[in-house]
């Protein structure tokens, strides 16, 4: 299965609502992003308790609130400015699009548009089960489990049944998902891929995605991708 979109991050100081972040996935924090630079995520609420909600971007199936630092006409593109804030883009990387004009202090909805993959139906040769790391054969339209330490091409969302699987392909960085685990993988760890497409620490393997909490061997992790 997805998981939403919302993630709990720790922060090292207090931050606002409606600001671009920036993930450090090793220490399992967020920051406001820097002028310029394409953030990870949008904060959905203020900081508590040093933790922060946070939603991950990259996709185009939701809009979201920011606060604008300056004129933002419709339908231009924002980048990040000041404190994670919104400003219209003037060379920088493009952090969404204003779906209306904003003025400095007012809050802007943003949006993206750009290719998000979905849920997809493959053929299996053998029965696969959920929450593993597949690789894609295209020539033959067919899923297995990614070989130990190379780089998955999607995670399976439920058992396969009659021989076809529903799997996510992993180019989207929107969503957070939930993977088998094969050992101990601390919180903000590099994630790799085991035996049987199960998530392991990663010892200089290709890179799978990054884990969200501790685990150990046996607990189902959950998974993101900056």
Same mark, same amino acid.
């Given at each position: ?20 972040? #920036?993930?450090?996935?090793? %220490? /399992?924090? $967020? *920051? ?10 949008? @904060?959905? &609420? ?74 997809? #139906?493959?053929?299996?040769? %053998? /029965?696969? $089960? *959920? ?10 339209? @067919?899923? &297995? ?82």
């Amino acid at each position: 299965m997805i998981q939403s979109v919302n993630l709990t991050f720790k922060v090292a100081a207090a931050l606002s609502a409606r600001r671009f972040v #920036t993930i450090a996935p090793g %220490t /399992d924090t $967020v *920051a406001y992003t820097a002028e310029d630079q394409k953030p990870d995520g949008i @904060t959905i &609420a203020e900081s508590d308790a040093l933790t922060i909600a946070v939603k991950l971007l990259d996709g185009n199936q939701d809009s979201y609130f920011f606060d604008a630092e300056g004129v933002i006409a419709l339908g231009g593109q924002v980048s990040v400015g000041t404190d994670g804030k919104g400003k219209a883009n003037a060379g920088g990387e493009t952090a969404c699009l204003a779906k209306g004009a904003t003025v400095s202090g007012s809050v802007g909805t943003g949006y993206l548009i750009r290719e998000v993959s979905k849920p997809m #139906t493959f053929i299996t040769a %053998t /029965d696969l $089960v *959920a929450r593993r790391f597949v690789t894609l054969t295209a020539a033959t339209g @067919t899923v &297995a489990y990614t070989v130990e330490d190379a780089a998955p091409t999607a995670i399976t969302l439920i058992g396969s049944v009659n021989d076809t699987i529903q799997v996510q392909m992993l180019s989207d960085n929107s969503k957070d998902f939930v993977y088998d685990v094969e050992d101990t993988i601390a919180a903000g760890g590099v994630v790799g891929v085991g035996t049987a497409g199960k998530g392991k620490a990663d010892n200089a393997s290709a890179d799978a995605c990054v884990n969200k909490a501790d685990v150990v061997a046996l607990d189902i992790g959950v998974g993101y991708r900056v």
